[in-house]
């Protein structure tokens, strides 16, 4: 098995709220199928061997190069296939978890930005190369599915996940079933424009969401305005004591309100997760934001507003459960 692939009985859990005692039962317990899935990313992959009960018996985690993306995912999966093979593990399927325009049906990526493709057929090649059912989902839908699954959406049948990070996108999911696009671009909510003539995108728009909230809008935007060059995390660090950080994070905190309001109008959901770095900030960003989304509903009450359970690990718990749909388990 390959050197950064880490092995051990229960590393993770398609439950993160699971109690120790029923973690450390899952530790000690059979494995039986397993199914290799990689989140892939324009700076990492993030690859794991999951059992069908959850567990991530083992995961590696690689940079994603700036040439050669499609070998060295394909790479990465065959290690982990390889290393859960010689651990006398059965190998059912694989799963992976990729950003841009894609029919998932067809596991055919028309455009990713961050990865530099176009009309590449990435399940038929990983299928032909590891010798596996495959399945290739979009990222943030796979981490829609896996919070609704195991995590904080469980049980629920109308949600919306907003990952922030340094961009944000949507998972959106009504009666059940994922809404994914005529093109399948459906969930671009960092792109919505919300500010009239607001400031510039780096799509060609003015005025989007994510220009005023995610981890690079914020950053940016406090050192325009005369700040330092600080990362998001340190700025909401400084709330309460520098009134810059303060009119930043609250402009900021205004317009993802005001785009969930309009998500809430249209969609109805019963729940809204929020993922990424930005929602690590806690109370700092969810309590003002729950306050200016009642303001901004006037006729009905506002839906829970959550963060994700599966944090970081989402993309590639969601890659898992496909997995295992493409093997029929």
């Known amino acids: 098995m390959s050197a950064d692939v880490i092995v051990g009985g229960a590393a993770g859990a398609a439950a993160p709220a699971a109690s120790a005692a029923a973690a450390s039962a899952a530790s000690t317990a059979p494995i039986g199928p397993v199914v290799v899935a990689v989140d892939l990313g324009g700076t990492a992959m993030k690859g794991a061997v999951v059992s069908e009960d959850g567990r991530v018996v083992a995961e590696a985690t690689r940079a994603t190069p700036s040439d050669g993306i499609l070998e060295s995912l394909v790479a990465l999966l065959a290690d982990l296939r390889d290393g ?37 057929p990435l399940l038929d090649i990983v299928r032909d190369r ?3 059912p495959v399945a290739v989902g979009h990222d943030v839908r796979a981490a829609g599915l896996a919070e609704r699954t195991a995590g904080a959406a469980q049980g629920e049948d109308d949600v919306v996940l907003v990952p922030i990070g340094t961009g944000v996108a949507a998972a959106l999911v009504t009666a059940g079933g994922t809404i994914t696009g005529a093109t399948g671009a459906a969930g671009e909510f960092g792109h919505i424009p919300v500010i009239p003539d607001g400031e510039p995108c780096t799509c060609g728009q003015r005025g989007c969401l994510e220009v005023y909230m995610s981890g690079a809008g914020v950053a940016r935007r406090y050192r325009a305005a005369g700040g330092e060059a600080l990362s998001t995390r340190a700025i909401v660090a400084r709330l309460g004591s520098d009134p810059l950080a303060d009119r930043i994070w609250s402009e900021a905190v205004a317009v993802l309100a005001q785009g969930l309001d309009i998500l809430t109008l249209l969609l109805d959901p019963g729940v809204i997760v929020l993922g990424g770095g930005v929602s690590h900030a806690g109370a700092a960003l969810f309590d003002p934001l729950g306050e200016r989304m009642s303001a901004g509903l006037a006729w009905r009450e506002r839906p829970r507003v959550v963060r994700s359970a599966f944090g970081g690990d989402a993309g590639r718990a969601g890659a898992a459960l496909l997995a295992f749909g493409a093997a029929g388990a």
């Open 130 to 132: 590891l010798g596996l």
């Open 84 to 120: 859960a093979v010689a651990d006398g593990l059965n190998v059912v399927g694989a799963g992976v978890a990729t950003p841009g325009m894609l029919d998932e049906t067809r596991g055919f990526v028309h455009y990713a930005s961050n990865l530099g493709w176009r009309d590449v």
